[in-house]
């Protein structure tokens, strides 16, 4: 069982930047993915970035370029800056992670933080 915590989203200008972070605990091991999705309203939940156990990473079309995301496999964090942000980016991001030895892929994701809101105005 892995426990998910998100925080670092708030409220920010259409350009400006923000780091969502996320830690994770309850595993003795870090062989399962972690990734990031973005829940707008009267949308569909999709993801937007992950990192494999292996390290291999994966972000969106939309994002690419803007962000940067990292994964420490000692202290069990992932973290996400976006940069230029805008409206498009606005939702709830959540973190989640897959079941030992998951792929990364939404349908593969076993555990789930609670979100943290990120908000952008123009």
């Known amino acids: 069982q892995v426990r998910l915590e998100e925080s670092g989203g708030g409220s920010v200008q259409a350009g400006g930047s923000l780091k969502l972070s996320c830690v994770a605990s309850?595993?003795?091991?870090?062989?399962?993915?972690m990734a990031w999705l973005r829940q707008s309203p009267g949308k569909e939940r999709v993801e937007v970035a992950s990192v494999s156990s292996e390290g291999r990473s994966y972000v969106t079309h939309s994002l690419k370029n803007r962000v940067t995301i990292s994964r420490d496999h000692a202290k069990n964090t992932l973290e996400m800056q976006i940069n230029n942000l805008n409206p498009e980016d606005a939702g709830i991001y959540y973190c989640?992670?897959?079941?030992?030895?998951?792929?990364?892929?939404?349908?593969?994701?076993?555990?789930w933080g609670r979100g943290t809101q990120v908000t952008v105005s123009s």
């Open positions: 989640a992670a897959s079941g030992p030895y998951g792929l990364c892929s939404p349908s593969s994701y076993m555990n």
């Open positions: 309850g595993s003795t091991d870090n062989n399962y993915c």
